[in-house]
């Protein structure tokens, strides 16, 4: 199938739209409370009160275009839970490409169990933010899209260059979730597919080949330099692993 058939096949499931509806439903009585308790976190206080602020600083230049978009401005002001909201639909349709793939189709139970891709505790600060959960569920959600395509390789690795550049842009810490799936998927093959290991390893070296060109074509064409003590674009000599670790751990 191609790239435009397994779009279609997706999103013309039967009753997506209930089941998509039922998702941020499910999601909006979670989030009630918190959004019910309207506390600014520290960065929701700097965007606050600097009103022309972005996230081009941290190479976030999606980010910072979807929040325009969502203020309909080159400004940007707080409009949660608006912005908590959108997020919301992000995770809902992540949680949905990530049961259709695992799956093969979508359901109820799919999409609950999929819940957890927003509610852990890991995630729910992230939907804290006003602002920043708009474009950082937005990342997720590019992590995730990719695994739509994966028996088709050609297109799985296009979209994947494709959306992990996106991400990137979005929220870096995000790249963690296409690294686990790529390896899900790959084990996946062997152990449920019953497909062989040279299939399933070949599976494997085209996510590697993916994920590492798009971090090549983010690293030398589109980053912005930046060593702020917390937070940095450089990657720790192999000399000082351990100790660079550490202090990592402390600035955290």
Known sequence: MSFFTLTRDFFTQPRFKQIFIFGVLVYCIALFALVRGDVYYIDDWGHSTNPKTAWDH??????????????LKPIVVDLSPLTQLIAVLFLVLGGMILNFAVRKKLDYIGVLAAIPLGLSPHFLENLSYKLDS????????????PFLFRERLVAFFTSSVVCLILMYCSYQASNGIYIVLGLYFALSLYFFDKKSVKQALGFLFVCIGAFALASLIYKKWIVTPIDWGYASDSMIPLSNLLNGGGSILKNT
């Open 58 to 71: 941290f190479s976030r230049f999606v980010g910072t275009a979807l929040m325009h978009a969502v203020n």
């Open 134 to 145: 708009t474009f950082m569920s937005f990342a997720v959600l590019c992590c995730i899209v």
